[in-house]
């Protein structure tokens, strides 16, 4: 056989017979990708050639057979059961059989549209947002039991510590943050003390902007500001890292070799935040007020001397220890809301990006309704 014959041989071929009200189109040939133009045509002429009530494609000659080639068979048997016609396989070998299975062709219905009202949709939204707060609740307070069980079992078991990994930790969180926070604090303090002294020179009491910066920075912005930055610096750092060793299994490579992930991953971070915090709330507070006293000599006319007198007669111990105590808790929220949010990472960048962006809303939101808290509490306690 030459090799023009041998090609002709494997094009796709269909010979149509009718017996009565009975159909049947007899291929053969390679009914694969190589012959896609001539496939399609086939089907065609296989589709308008059909004025019958039962269609039976013989697939008995077909040598070869692709995902294209069934595909587009498929598709022509659709085709002719739309016009109302029983269109069957028939003599199909149990691989091209199963070909036809995984290839069938679906038709695509638009989904129909239900219409809802707008009120009926919002409260329907704002119901899922109360459940999911409320999950979110539930999942935080179920963390933090494991996070207090993990460090109990730290604390019985002095050796499973891992000192190491605290120091690297405070180390990124709280050394390679001073220069952000301290810029951010100082320049803070700049625009209270502008803004305060504009205000109070109207009433010839400019001094009084002294005791407007002192108190506020120490018990609320320090504080505040400092935790705003550490929960878009370091929580989303801490999402990004365990959700990214979740995606890679590293987490539940960790738990096969028998280490718990809560003790080597999350209690070095948190305890590096409650460590930290605290230490950067102090210097954020000390660069606000430098900040605030630049400001007041330039703009005020309130020198060093004045500035630092009228501080110590404003401020008391319980001013600055308002805005400590604070920053423990406050780091601790943070911590629990990152590290969980990473654990709840899937195995897509898509889900890890979701997750990081949640964490520093959360954290932030958590942080700001934190501080109110503590200002109802203190101001009853009268603090």
């Known amino acids: 056989m030459s090799v023009a014959q041998s090609t002709l ?9 009718r017996s009565g009200d009975h159909v049947t189109a007899k291929l053969a040939g390679h009914w694969t990708a190589e012959y896609a133009a001539l496939v399609e045509s086939l089907a065609d002429e296989i589709a308008v050639d059909s004025g019958q009530h039962h269609f039976i494609l013989d697939l008995s000659q077909v040598q070869r057979l692709d995902t294209l080639g069934a595909w587009v068979l498929d598709r022509t048997r659709h085709e002719l059961g739309g016009r109302g016609l029983a269109a069957d396989f028939a003599n199909a070998s149990p691989e091209q059989q199963i070909l036809l299975d995984e290839v069938a062709y679906r038709g695509f219905q638009e989904q129909t549209k239900v219409k809802h009202s707008k009120i009926v949709d919002f409260l329907v939204d704002m119901g899922k947002s109360v459940s999911g707060a409320g ?19 730290v604390i019985t078991h002095p050796r499973r510590f891992r000192g190491t990994a605290v120091v690297n930790q405070l180390e990124q969180i709280a050394y390679r943050g001073v220069p952000i926070i301290v810029l951010i604090s100082f320049l803070v303090g700049c625009i209270i003390a502008q803004q305060g002294i504009f205000q109070l020179v109207r009433f010839g009491a400019t001094p009084f902007v002294v005791d407007l910066i002192g108190i506020l920075v120490l018990r609320e912005l ?40 809560i003790e080597v991953l999350i209690i070095p971070r948190i305890l590096a935040l409650v460590i930290g915090l605290p230490l950067l709330t102090f210097i954020a507070s000390i ?29 008391g111990m319980n001013t600055f220890m308002v805005g400590i105590i604070k920053a423990p808790f406050m780091a601790l929220v943070i911590g629990i809301i990152a590290t969980l949010e990473g654990l709840a990472v899937a195995g897509s960048a898509e889900s890890l990006g979701r997750h990081v962006t949640s964490s520093v809303v959360k954290a932030i939101f958590m942080v700001i309704v934190l501080d109110g808290l503590f200002a109802m509490f203190f101001a009853a306690i009268r603090y």
């Not at 041989?9 to 269909?14: I, L, R």
């Not at 979110?136 to 494991?146: K, Q």
Request: without cysteine; hydrophobic residues 50%.
């Open 9 to 17: 041989a494997q094009e796709p071929q269909v010979r149509i017979e």
């Open 135 to 153: 999950r979110d609740v539930i999942d935080g307070i179920a963390f933090l039991g494991e996070l207090v069980a993990a460090l109990l079992r």
């Open 222 to 261: 320090g504080v505040l500001l400092t935790s705003i930055m550490v929960a878009g610096r370091s929580g989303s750092a801490f999402t990004a890292e365990i959700g990214s060793m979740k995606m890679r299994e590293e987490i539940d490579a960790l738990r096969v070799m028998g280490l718990d992930p």
């Open 287 to 315: 660069a606000a007020l430098t900040g605030g006293g630049v400001t007041s000599w330039i703009y005020g006319d309130i020198s060093p001397d004045v500035f630092l007198s009228r501080l110590r007669a404003a401020v």
